[in-house]
């Protein structure tokens, strides 16, 4: 006997056919009936009354029911409970943060955050999108913050917006448009973009190539290894690059000429996102910091 011969067991209870059950339950019609056989057998007594009409539960049957359920119930809870316990004691929250993004989009919600929950210890990381959501499906991160391009797709994640931005295009401080303020989309066109490498960071780097088509235009596109060496080309005028509208982003690298972009489809939603299956009581705590902009 398991926990799965149990829920074919409350499926069919519930269901009183043997079809229903099995769809409830994603198996065959035979695998529930081979299951329920095997119970009774071994239990000792039949659960179920059946003819060629329906199925129905003996009085044995009904009773056995209601003491499942309430096992499965009790548990359920002990699990959860020695979970919680089991964070509680090592009252840890591990953030993992993207290295197209940089630690500044998370700042201002772990400042709030670790001012409220002092005792609580934030572990770090920086990483690639994919090696993030890796992580936080392996339960090695607890949240991760990530373009919402990142996210498309996934199954099982759940996410927040943090900021949405507009985006600029950096030139470096002898480009052409260098000592303007705002650009057309258009005018894009013929120029070099320095993107992150498509295996490091591929939704991203697809959302890229996909908006400045929209835009009118195949990019001509280079390829890098990290955002570091993207700002480094950037700035040496190789190419230019595609950059949140931030404050932060300007005053850290002014050498670097931000342009606003017209008429383009280019925007970028950062998204912390976790598992659903997380029982981390320090990340509820996190989202509702991060729900709080106050």
């Not at 320090?282 to 729900?291: E, G, I, S």
């Amino acid at each position: 006997m398991n926990r799965q011969t149990l829920e074919y067991f409350i499926a069919l209870s519930e269901t009183l056919n043997f079809t229903e059950a099995g769809k409830r339950q994603f198996v065959s019609q035979t695998t529930i009936s081979r299951a329920i056989k095997q119970l009774e057998k071994e239990i000792g007594f039949a659960l179920f009354e059946s003819c060629t009409t329906k199925v129905q539960l003996t009085p044995a049957g009904s009773d056995y029911l209601t003491s499942v359920k309430s096992i499965l119930k009790l548990y359920d809870k002990a699990v959860e409970d020695g979970v919680r316990l089991s964070y509680k004691e090592n009252n840890v929250l591990k953030v993992g943060f993207s290295n197209d993004l940089g630690f500044e989009y998370v700042t201002g919600v772990l400042k709030r955050y670790q001012q409220k929950n002092q005792s609580v210890e934030i572990v770090l990381q920086q990483s690639t999108p994919a090696q993030l959501l890796t992580q936080i499906n392996d339960g090695t991160l607890d949240i991760i913050s990530v373009f919402k391009a990142e996210l498309q797709d996934e199954k099982g994640i759940n996410s927040l917006n943090v900021c949405q931005y507009n985006v600029k295009v950096g030139v470096g401080p002898f480009h052409r448009f260098a000592g303007r303020e705002s650009i057309e989309a258009t005018e894009l066109r013929n120029e070099k973009i320095i993107v992150p490498k498509r295996e490091s960071f591929q939704k991203h780097y697809d959302y890229i190539l996909d908006c400045c088509r929209q835009d009118g235009f195949d990019p001509i596109v280079i390829e890098v290894d990290s955002f570091e060496t993207q700002l480094l080309l950037t700035e040496l005028g190789r190419g230019i690059s595609f950059y949140p509208d931030s404050d932060g982003l300007t005053k850290k690298y002014q050498t670097i000429t931000f342009l606003k972009i017209n008429q383009t489809h280019h925007q970028y939603n950062i998204e912390f996102a976790w598992n659903q299956a997380n029982k981390n009581p320090c990340l509820n705590a996190f989202l509702n910091t991060a729900r709080d902009k106050n």
